[in-house]
């Protein structure tokens, strides 16, 4: 089962989503000073190395589902254990591999490996535990990840220690304390002999409270739920999907409008694209508060004001950046419905369904940037620049959900190639405030490198050739991405 899952991973790309970041954040953390680099490696391995078991295994489990094999697993001599033991270790295993290269090519040899991988490991084995607990009440990747997210957001909170910002035994309550202790041991941190022994004891003792919770979840939801998931997928067969139910009240509306109603309904229904629509309004609205103070935290060691720019870009971006992702992810679901396939026979026509939902994401990108700046209120983007820069950063959305409607075959594969996404937001975060010019325009392969650039150059010099240029630039790059991936889309 093990051989069984692991082949699976990498047919569906977590290995190659995982080497491309692992290769990203390595150059990231080379460019990062010597003395905070341990410190930043530790944030990457906890925030993403780890948390793969968490998303993974639900998109692992959904699918398989959906496909009938665990009503053939439960069926046959594999046991519960067997099955949640082979989740635990083919993903524990990936993430202690990704976060081992990491390390290694971030750092050289100079941390210690059993910490690491013993921090890793049992972290990870956890999350997947925790993610199966969670995914198994759910029938949607959506509804998950919202709920899994919300769950499970508070094991971050330890992190607040790590970075200085609050000291409280209470941290000592989540098990990710043990995992912090452990990597920032890794990696030259000195703790005492007892916090060490706290560390593994008391993530060896979630890790079997996770397992019996998992083992309980399996029997009740996948064993004794079989009946209920086999009705539940009937009715999805027999509601032809959001657009076939939409369709029968809006035939007035034409194409179009049965595409817009069926949108509408799909955002009122589904929690998680309530939130995506809200998440740049609610950063904004956090980010009014939480980056001045930082700033003013930082201010005795490092001057962040002149990155303020690349605060602003990466909001401006933000929208564009999760639109993208629903977007791809509605051209999957319906793909899945075989919707687009009876979609390309009407009088709306495949390239006429691909604009519909370009328009629509490119547009919403440009009105969220609108109101997220001013929200922010970091620093004033006069309008002559925001608009250009929102309508550049907005072509974007068009780009994501056309790259993972192409890349992707089904939902297991979009969740790896949206983990790539980060990659295109961390190039021109990265080179512009690092690398020099003319080697940084090489970072103008990916596309959302342009609209940073002219605006970081707008606030720091004003309406120059370089920032029309920078846009004009990125249209061109935008415009060749959306040629290309809709040549290669299929139905």
Known sequence: ???????????????????????????????????????????????????????????????????????????SPLSARSYLASKVVSLSFLAVLATVVLAVASVGTGFDPLALVVGVGSTSALFVL?????????????????VGT????????????????????????????????????????AHPAWELAYAVGYLCLWIGLAWVAAERAF??????????GEHGAARVRRGGGSIGRASAVADGLGPVGTLALADLRNWARDPLLLYVGLAPLLAA??????????????????????????????????????LGLVAGLFVLEERDQRVIEALWTTPLTGRGYLAYRGVAVMG??????????????????????????????????????????????????????????????????????VVPEP?????????????????????ADGPVAGVWLSLAAGVAVHGLAIALLVRRFRP
């Open 439 to 459: 080697l940084q325009f090489l970072a103008g392969v990916d596309p959302l490198y342009w609209p940073v650039k002219a605006l970081v150059v707008g606030l």
């Open 285 to 322: 609205v956090v980010g009014r508060f939480v980056v001045p103070f930082a700033t003013d935290l930082l201010a005795p060691w490092f001057d962040a004001t002149p990155y303020l720019p690349l605060v602003v870009a990466t909001f401006v971006l933000l929208a564009p950046y999760l």
């Open 130 to 146: 925790l993610g199966f607990v969670l995914v198994a009440r759910f029938d949607t990747l959506n509804a998950y990840f919202l």
């Open 150 to 189: 919300a769950a499970l957001s508070p094991l971050a909170l330890p992190l607040l220690g790590t970075f200085g910002l609050v000291e409280s035994p209470l941290l000592y309550v989540f098990p990710t304390q043990g995992t912090l202790v452990l990597l920032t041991g890794a990696f030259g941190g």
């Open 364 to 433: 919403l990108s440009v009105v969220y940037a609108f109101v997220a700046v001013p929200v922010l209120g970091v620093m004033p983007v006069p309008l002559w620049l925001l608009v250009p820069v929102a309508a550049v950063a907005a072509l974007w959305a068009a780009v994501a959900g056309l790259l993972l409607a192409t890349v992707a075959s089904n939902t297991v594969e979009g969740v790896a190639v949206a983990k790539l996404f980060g990659v295109f937001l961390l190039v021109p975060l990265v080179a512009i405030p």
């Open 219 to 228: 029997e009740r939801h996948v064993v004794r739920g079989r009946v209920r």
């Open 1 to 75: 089962m093990v051989r069984w899952d692991v082949r699976l991973q990498f047919r569906y790309g977590f290995y190659a989503a995982y080497a491309v970041l692992t290769v990203a954040y390595a150059l990231a953390l080379h460019v990062a000073p010597t003395d905070v680099r341990p410190l930043l490696l530790v944030f990457v391995i906890f925030n993403d190395s780890l948390v793969l078991g968490l998303y993974f295994v639900a998109a692992l489990v959904l699918y398989e589902r959906g496909d009938g094999v665990l009503d053939a697993l439960v069926t």
